[in-house]
């Protein structure tokens, strides 16, 4: 591990190095020398600043000194940030320019130097130097007798401009303050789109005062007020992240249509939909009110939102509704409309122009890109190998095509995925046939939070940490790439989340406690370590298991992708299986053993409710197989075991139950089957 | 334990009963019966309304299904109330008759009877429902087939009108969402006052829009804008919660005073106080604009805030420099005004008008209640031990005197005091010499939550779940008194608020990931269920050990009032010590083993840091003594004991370090006489 993170740092120094302080910072920086002083953090640490006038600095200056102060428990005599003009002798010194504009391509760039007794951090815009300050946070070290900053030189800046992260808050509501830690946690790993998705077939979240009934009728009272909007904007601002609202049309519409019926593409009545999926409302673009009724909430939320683009959906319409209505059906006749996607370009074309009015670009998901689409329009790139299309195709077309476009395809982390998945996908892969002006218009990505499966006491552990990966890699070089040290990094990041209000890490043992009604939970945290929730679109199947108000708090929901143990237990196999070390083969045999003392562990839980009962079978398999296990590695022979017991113990194992997997199946299989060649036996585990 | 809540059951009980399902109720209701059978709660689950014009109703149902569904893992097939006329056969029906006024003396009553397929919940008003749901809630129980409501009959209203909660918001700020979930566990527990501690010497936390300098100077940008005062009142009068503002004059009125120094009774210049204490910057009451600022603030707050009362603090003034400014002293000759009382008197008098003319009543800690108060003013009785006054004094002196009253003193939650201590206070104790009538005037009291010590990380963990055991005096007969009972109950309580959000459970664990940078934090967690918070006023002496922004993340914030083992222990010790049980000295050899072991668990965190290391001796103590006792006890003699030794070691345990003390010193002292003397020695510990 330190050879590799030694190996990174040397790529992508500036100058000599000598020493390895094993920084976990994520994004990597551009450039990095390490250097072998400190600069011991004590009670004296002042701030000064060349000039007081960014509110974002004035914010994040403070921030800093409380998350330092809270960290380190040193008591500082200074609790906020000085003027260079006020004092002498700042420890931290920070120059800028100039306050940053949230738009593409401003300038988020950084130099930070720390020298033993000194620190400075200059950037051409705020912006930079809240980045700055994050990266400093992430350098703090410590040893016995003191935290301190190691001697570092970084020059830093972004690799892609556009670094998103978007939440769906239709499916599940979302209060003001699970977005507020979400934002604080996206500055922390300096990304800076907020891609807002407010409206769905499940819910229409946004206070309208042309259309009130949009809220009253279209959210079961969870919106969020105007107020509230402005209030979060101005949060994000503070923190250097532009808010994208999405207001997803003509589809996924049915929230909309339980308010006004009359835009209805179908005669029927609509009420919010419970469950999750694809369906088929769809607004009618041969209506001029639906025209009357958007054109009204854009303007509305144009003065709201004061970015440039506008997100307005526009995905997954297959257009069933418009086939079945006769109305629909001449007026498209008439217009010389040939298919379902020639209305949809119509309809894009006639939003286009109500944004462009109002000084707004179209945003979209990449069913907008159609022959008329002006080249103002953004394309929002998601489909892929689940939609039956090569990953992220419609990026390469759009830039081809002369769009600027961003990557969401292969950042769905409602997926469940491990973080190494996502970390791989390149917004702008090495093989691509694109010309020096079409790699430009690549902006970036957006990780996409679809909420049908998380509510706010789960949805940090969907986000955090393996946003955090997707985000070094909107940042940091192509070249950043190691999977075992990003992991290494990832945990201390994550960890570091929890100083931010995150609550990935501390839900879980909520989540639990409910589960034993508050009686020892340290059986079901071991299972939560090798257990995974089940991925891409196995759990709820066709959308029709749950619904929007079915529990959320069942043993699938405390679990996370990434499971710990499996990911050490599957790097000690894989270490084992190739060089058959004795250590490696020790901590299997620790883990086995600590497996297979599960189920013993799980009966000391003593008052077993139905939840409960639904859960044991995860401890006695994994137990079981674990003794078997055990017995054969100890013994180096399958005399001691059973055959038959034993394929039935693997494919019990195999078999996902109340919704989680065995994250460590593929190293069990590797096991047996070593053991068994080796033992010149036959075992099919297929 | 059982026959104790058997007891209970019994004396509250208005019929027959036959077996005790051990409810975990709390404040315990006025009259129950319990039943033999069960209603099993299964995804058929519905609620009818007898009309659905109840906003608070509607929120508490659905918040009822969610968290109901959450706890039991049952998928509910409907997620919201129907009127009555919408469905038949509910599982639950609701009536009510009116919408209920937030008022002192409002029908707060209801009653509630589950049978074997039906739950009927009856009140007068809709917050007698909201209630009655509450304590449906803590009925559920489970058994290993299926979660269900026990069969109860119960009769309830709360025996005090006034069940407060204080929160203050300006030592050190508390963010919206802090409040929120605050105001949820209060519903929890039927409480229905949440006085809000708005201004300090440390922060002006309300947006002022005629004096914009009260908050831009104020409050370091922390402040409530008055959008979001007005969605925390309307979102307490959601829950049955009536919000009362403070504004702290004349005294604790530094931060005002930072921004207009020209209202201060002394020129100088003026700065948010960033130390805790009484301070001397008083307002200047012989200056006419004070009123003009006063009254145009009281003119804003009095829109935002639509009930009766209005506080204006009134507390802890000195009077410093007004003995010190000339022209007041040439004012209070001029208006025969001979004591500095007199001035605040005049002062209040004149606050008194302004508040009667916004149509407002006086309320204030107990200091405005002068002879020319009129009785229409609410006194706040605060004093007691610790202002060297009988506790409460000025309660009984107020209804005496015929003003309206409520007790704060003995419910001061940041005092880190056990549970115990405030449950055995009553605002109304037998042995008061009041009549019916001066007995009515004692509206309730309130907790007070003082923050100093605390941030939004801790402030749940010093409000719950002590609170509880308070709001159970306010509510429940003065004959549930029963400690440990309480202390039973309470448990199940506390663990039940994490439904809620409340974070006094999980962020203990964050605090020690942060002590210990991420590893093994068992040894950590162990000493805090034996090591306590030191109490009173003993931390933080004289105010200046902490400023606003020290790091509040030691590790005596991760410590609790009422450590867990510790009261185990004691309890065993005390029964040990008084009937020589064996079992009772095998599980206090069991927590000595623990205890003894804690240093070799703490030697298990690989990298130390300067914080660890101030918590090293904690754990090196306790394990030390343990070691010792441990052997005295289990050769029941001192002969492998150095008596030198042991004394050193007790003495060490005994000395407060790092803000925390051991919570078990007592029954370690009483085992170690126990044994000396058993074994004719003698020790000295005092």
């Not at 075992?484 to 406690?513: A, P, Q």
């Not at 006695?620 to 054969?632: A, D, F, P, R, T």
Request: some cysteine; aromatic content about 10%; overall charge neutral.
């Amino acid at each position: 591990m330190k050879n590799k993170i030694l190996l990174l740092i040397y790529l992508y120094s500036f100058g000599c190095f000598s020493q390895n302080e094993n920084l976990n910072l994520m994004p990597w920086p551009q450039e990095i020398t390490i250097g072998n002083s400190k600069l011991v953090i004590n009670p004296e640490f002042k701030i000064a600043i060349n000039n007081k006038n960014s509110k974002r600095i004035d914010i994040a200056t403070t921030k800093f000194l409380r998350r330092l102060s809270g960290r380190t428990g040193v008591f500082f005599e200074n609790g906020f940030a000085y003027n260079t003009s006020e004092i002498k002798n700042a420890t931290l010194e920070i120059t800028y320019d100039s306050i940053g504009k949230l738009e593409i391509y401003e300038d988020e760039s950084y130099t930070l130097v720390i020298s033993k007794d000194k620190i400075k951090i200059a950037a051409t815009t705020d912006i930079g130097v809240i980045y700055a300050l994050e990266t400093l946070l992430q350098s703090v070290s410590f040893n016995e007798e003191a935290y301190f900053f190691p001697e570092i030189k970084i020059n830093d800046k972004p690799r892609f401009t556009w670094r998103g992260l978007m939440i769906d808050v239709a499916r599940h509501f979302q209060p003001i303050d699970v977005l507020k830690r979400n934002l604080d946690a996206m500055a922390a790993v300096k990304m800076n789109v907020f891609h807002w998705h407010l409206t769905d077939d499940q819910g229409f979240r946004i206070e309208s005062k042309t259309h009130p009934k949009l809220h009253q009728l279209g959210s079961d009272g969870l919106y969020y007020t105007q107020n509230q909007i402005k209030e979060l904007v101005q949060y994000a601002s503070d923190r250097g992240i532009r808010v994208i609202p999405e207001i997803d049309v003509p589809g996924h519409a049915t929230a909309i249509l339980a308010a006004y019926p009359e835009l209805a593409s179908k005669d029927t009545i609509y009420s919010v939909e419970r469950f999750a999926g694809i369906f088929n409302p769809t607004l009618d673009p041969t209506n001029e009110k639906t025209y009357i009724v958007l054109a009204d909430l854009f303007k509305e939320m144009s003065q709201l939102f004061p970015y440039k683009y506008f997100h307005i959906g526009g995905d997954e319409n297959k257009g069933k509704h418009w086939n079945e209505n006769l109305k629909i059906q001449q007026f498209m006749m008439k217009h010389g409309l040939e298919t379902n996607h020639d209305l949809q370009t119509y309809f894009n074309i006639r939003l286009e122009n109500i944004l462009s009015k109002l000084g707004k670009s179209i945003m979209g998901w990449e069913e907008i890109m159609t022959p008329k689409m002006p080249t103002t329009a953004l394309i929002h790139s998601w489909k892929g190998k689940n939609e039956g299309m090569p990953a992220g195709q419609s990026l390469i077309n759009a830039a081809k095509k002369g769009y600027n476009t961003i990557l969401s395809n292969g950042y769905y982390i409602d997926l469940m995925q491990p973080a190494t998945e996502h970390y791989l996908i390149d917004p702008l892969p090495k093989n691509n046939n694109l010309t020096a002006t079409e790699k430009k218009l690549i902006l970036g990505g957006e990780a996409t939070m679809w909420s049908e499966l998380v509510t706010p006491l789960t949805i940090d552990s969907r986000i955090w940490p393996r946003t955090a990966a997707i985000a070094e890699r909107f940042w940091s070089s192509s070249s950043v790439n190691d999977i075992s040290n990003m992991y290494s990094r990832l945990e201390n990041v994550s960890f570091r989340l929890e100083e931010l209000g995150i609550t990935h890490i501390k839900n879980r043992d909520v989540i639990l406690r409910n589960i034993t009604n508050n009686q020892n939970i340290e059986a079901l945290v071991e299972l939560t370590k090798v257990y995974e929730p089940i991925k891409i679109y196995t759990r709820n199947k066709g959308g029709i298991e749950y619904k929007s108000y079915s529990p959320f708090t069942l043993f699938a929901d405390a679990c996370t992708a990434d499971a710990i143990d499996a990911i050490i237990f599957n790097d000690l196999v894989k270490d084992f299986l190739s060089t058959k070390n004795v250590s490696s083969k020790k901590e299997i045999l620790i883990i086995l053993k600590k497996w297979a003392n599960n189920a013993n562990l799980f009966t000391q839980i003593k008052k077993s409710n139905p939840i409960l009962k639904t859960i044991e079978p995860l401890s006695k398999n994994v137990s079981e197989i674990s003794e078997s296990l055990l017995s054969i590695i100890e013994s180096d022979s399958f005399e001691s075991v059973d055959f038959l017991k034993l394929k039935n113990q693997y494919f019990k194992l195999k078999n996902p139950i109340v919704d989680v997997e065995f994250a460590s199946l593929n190293s069990l299989k590797k096991l047996l089957e070593y053991y068994s060649l080796k033992n010149k036996h036959q075992i099919e585990l297929n």
